[in-house]
């Protein structure tokens, strides 16, 4: 068993956004457009941000977050493993 993390191609998340069901999705996203596209909540999303996961795959402008879509799904094929945080 290989050891080495399959990552996703620039072209591979490109063909995913060109047709079919993700081509509804933007390049440029809302808070609640990147939760639709990953199914998980809104509130995530800002914890992500606010733990500096999504760091480079947004700007803040007043209060909206405009997030690249393609960014975001490279940060979490491609990027680096997130430590495992215990609940309470």
């Known amino acids: 068993m290989s050891t080495r993390k399959p990552t996703l191609s620039e072209a591979e998340i490109t063909q995913a956004f ?3 069901s993700g081509a509804h ?3 440029i ?3 609640e ?3 639709s596209l990953l199914q ?3 509130k ?3 914890e992500w941000i606010g733990k500096g996961r999504l760091d480079g795959a947004f700007r803040k402008r007043g ?3 405009l997030i690249w879509r ?3 799904i490279d940060i979490l094929f491609n990027g680096a493993e997130w430590p495992h945080e215990k609940r309470n």
Do not use: W
Request: charged share 15%; glycine share 4%; hydrophobic share 40%.
């Open 25 to 27: 999705f933007p390049p």
């Open 70 to 72: 393609d960014r975001v």
């Open 40 to 42: 998980i909540s809104p």
């Open 44 to 46: 995530t999303v800002y």
């Open 33 to 35: 457009q990147v939760a």
């Open 29 to 31: 996203l809302t808070v």
């Open 18 to 20: 060109a047709e079919g």
């Open 63 to 65: 209060k909206h977050h």
